[in-house]
């Protein structure tokens, strides 16, 4: 985020106000089974997380729901004119593999693994005909100072500077929806859930968004900084 003297908008303390990021990102399925997929992915996949996984072929989709049972990083790349950017290999493990929500799974890989006669559709193929596959998990945070520009929030998140996530506010007079971006990284190791805070920079608002945003800061943030002032 800017430095404090660059800020447009006043940042307010806040308290007791949550909401939830939703987390998007594609990867690369570098092999595939019924019971799970290796990824590759530009971000860091945090381990015990379940995700919900769009499986992209040809002519088709699958929606399944995976747990990251290890990430490790794999190797760097370059980027043109910015740092390096950090490549990840991931294991997933896919839920709910020997119920119904199986069979779709199932019928894609018939459709997008080509097996030999002897081969058994339970093993593990490689995937290099897959589009990429999306990626989404949900992450509550609690918002620690406001402004109409952004917010910096505690979550469990581990975001990378840049990344674009869904936000989710939850005010007093009802929920207020809007993109973000990672502007600030601070990392908290050793805090079991609370991962680090992130500064989030509200990506294109709508005047909706910014009305809501507006009328909470004057109602229940300035009116407590006058307070204060008079007292």
């Not at 908008?9 to 089974?33: I, M, P």
């Not at 500064?199 to 307070?227: C, H, N, V, Y």
Request: with cysteine.
């Amino acid at each position: 985020m800017p430095h404090a003297g660059q800020r447009r908008y006043k940042r307010y303390e806040v308290h007791d106000v949550h909401g939830a990021l939703l987390f998007r990102t594609q990867v690369q399925v570098r092999n595939l089974s019924v019971a799970g997929a290796a990824v590759e992915s530009s971000e860091r996949l945090q381990m015990g997380r379940p995700y919900a996984v769009r499986l992209v072929g040809d002519h088709e989709a699958c929606d399944v729901t995976g747990t990251i049972r290890w990430c490790r990083l794999s190797s760097t790349r370059p980027a043109p004119g910015a740092e390096p950017r950090a490549v990840y290999l991931a294991g997933l493990a896919f839920e709910d593999v020997f119920t119904e929500k199986a069979q779709g799974l199932l019928g894609f890989l018939e459709h997008h693994v080509v097996l030999a006669p002897h081969e058994r559709l339970t093993g593990r193929f490689r995937a290099e005909a897959l589009r990429p596959a999306d990626l989404e998990a949900r992450f509550e945070f609690e918002v620690l100072k406001l402004s109409l520009s952004g917010m910096l929030v505690r979550t469990s998140l581990e975001a990378s500077l840049g990344a674009r996530v869904g936000l989710e506010l939850t005010l007093r007079d009802g929920p207020v929806a809007t993109d973000g971006r990672v502007a600030f990284v601070q990392r908290e190791p050793g805090r079991g859930e609370t991962a680090a805070y992130l500064g989030l920079e509200f990506m294109e608002p709508s005047e909706k968004t910014l009305g809501a945003l507006a009328g909470f800061i004057s109602r229940e943030l300035e009116t407590g900084d006058a307070a204060e002032a008079s007292s």
